[in-house]
């Protein structure tokens, strides 16, 4: 079954304890891509992929960190989280960036920091 | 990003059609029109797309205006798995190499009746 997963679902934790939040896809996708969704604000985009090794900031990058070492994976990183930080997140993946392809969410991971 | 504007909720009852409306008076001739639906406790999920002519697929039809400054979603016969909220999103390409972000609003929270 085509997917995008998230680990892990539901995460609480301590102000800066360093976590990663890993997301994987199934469909041999280019393009990956990590959101946070906050009450009133929607989701906003935090860091995206081209391809393996580019990587680059969407609108709300500060206090977090990306990689991407394989096609499939996509983990993002938060280095020393802090209150601000507790979220909805959500990974997503598609063929490419263009505006003709949908991209495919993950079920989420809601994160609450202490 | 070009602005979309959707009713903040709106009913429908079981097994009858709804119609969902979308403004996007500044859209530019390059952008194409995504609708993206967010069930409760899951990721968003892709519905359609359209770029001028009207679309359909197997879970809705797109009617898009002549002008182009509005388009509307239809579920041909709502069920009560259709309840969520509908985003109505205009996907444009951010530069030559970067990535084209979906910016949500706040949507459409559509509650079906049984």
């Known amino acids: 079954e085509a997917q995008v997963t998230q680990n892990p679902r539901y995460l609480i934790t301590v102000t800066g304890k360093k976590l990663t939040v890993t997301c994987s896809q199934n469909m041999n996708h280019e393009y990956m891509s990590w959101y946070r969704q906050d009450p009133g604000l929607g989701l906003r985009q935090i860091y995206y992929s081209m391809n393996v090794e580019v990587t680059d900031k969407g609108d709300v990058p500060e206090g977090y960190k990306v990689s991407r070492k394989e096609k499939r994976n996509f983990p993002l990183i938060l280095e020393s989280p802090s209150p601000n930080q507790t979220s909805l997140y959500f990974c997503?993946?598609?063929?490419?960036?263009?505006?003709?392809?949908?991209?495919?969410f993950g079920p989420g991971t809601r994160l609450t920091v202490t | 990003d070009a602005k979309t504007t959707q009713p903040n909720s709106m009913e429908s009852n079981e097994e009858e059609p709804v119609h969902l409306p979308c403004n996007h008076s500044?859209?530019?001739?390059?952008?194409?029109i995504h609708w993206y639906r967010q069930l409760p406790s899951q990721g968003p999920e892709y519905v359609i797309h359209?770029?001028?002519s009207n679309v359909n697929n197997r879970m809705a039809s797109l009617a898009i205006a002549e002008d182009r400054k509005s388009s509307t979603l239809i579920l041909h016969r709502a069920t009560l798995r259709d309840a969520a909220v509908y985003y109505c999103i205009l996907r444009v390409r951010v530069g030559e190499t970067s990535g084209s972000r979906l910016t949500f609003g706040e949507g459409t929270q559509l509650t079906v009746n049984p």
């Open positions: 359209g770029l001028t």
């Open positions: 500044t859209i530019s001739g390059t952008d194409y």
């Open positions: 997503a993946s598609s063929f490419e960036p263009g505006p003709t392809y949908e991209q495919y």
